[in-house]
T-cell receptor, first 113, second 114 residues
Framework: QKEVEQNSGPLSVPEGAIASLNCTYSDRGSQSFFWYRQYSGKSPELIMSIYSNGDKEDGRFTAQLNKASQYVSLLIRDSQPSDSATYLCAVNMGGGSNYKLTFGKGTLLTVNP | DAGVIQSPRHEVTEMGQEVTLRCKPISGHDYLFWYRQTMMRGLELLIYFNNNVPIDDSGMPEDRFSAKMPNASFSTLKIQPSEPRDSAVYFC????????????FGEGSWLTVV
């Protein structure tokens, strides 16, 4: 069974702090990795994608990938109350043109004013 | 574009009844996905279509579930007969390509089976 694991949280941080969200995956051959944000009662929306080892920055968000350790993380700098949501890690485990986007169960983040 | 449109948004039904969920993908998207989300199991892929053809239905939980895509602008997910354990949020999503960075989710259909 190919899996994506996340700490369920909740993760609580004060406003302005750095929030760190972690994810591990079981399929060593996976090549594409994504972070989605899901507000309560809403649908998931993509916030970051990463394909190569290292860091990828987009505004206050930084995704980090380490394929050797099968580990993906998301850092949110200067956290805002509007960042309070569930963050879903997703890994495409299909390979080639076969789609198999597998999601973790998500980490609930609360940013306290 | 209006995005992925799902109906109904909310449905409460009795055990044993048939449930039909509907989805209109974004125009021009060749891929359509049905996902189910529960607290226990998270977001699970049930089935996906490419150009109206089912490609992978390995996530469909059992024969009570069926999905169709008769044309490029419409898909249904049917549960017959429904059971309380089917209570979940069902998301339809569509995508230009089979990758995670071009996928757009609908607002979901919240199903409660009593």
């Amino acid at each position: 069974q190919k899996e994506v694991e996340q700490n369920s949280g909740p993760l609580s941080v004060p406003e302005g702090a750095i929030a760190s969200l972690n994810c591990t995956y079981s399929d060593r051959g996976s090549q594409s990795f994504f972070w989605y944000r899901q507000y309560s009662g809403k649908s998931p929306e993509l916030i970051m994608s990463i394909y190569s080892n290292g860091d990828k920055e987009d505004g206050r968000f930084t995704a980090q990938l380490n394929k050797a350790s099968q580990y993906v993380s998301l850092l949110i700098r200067d956290s805002q109350p509007s960042d309070s949501a569930t963050y879903l890690c997703a890994v495409n485990m299909g390979g080639g043109s076969n789609y198999k986007l597998t999601f973790g169960k998500g980490t609930l983040l609360t940013v306290n004013p | 574009d209006a995005g992925v449109i799902q109906s109904p948004r909310h449905e409460v039904t009795e055990m044993g009844q048939e449930v039909t969920l509907r989805c209109k993908p974004i125009s021009g998207h060749d891929y359509l996905f049905w996902y189910r989300q529960t607290m226990m199991r998270g977001l699970e892929l049930l089935i996906y279509f490419n150009n109206n053809v089912p490609i992978d239905d390995s996530g469909m939980p059992e024969d009570r579930f069926s999905a169709k895509m008769p044309n490029a602008s419409f898909s249904t997910l049917k549960i017959q007969p429904s059971e309380p354990r089917d209570s979940a949020v069902y998301f339809c999503a569509s995508s230009l390509l089979p990758t995670g960075d071009t996928i757009y989710f609908g607002e979901g259909s919240w199903l409660t089976v009593v």
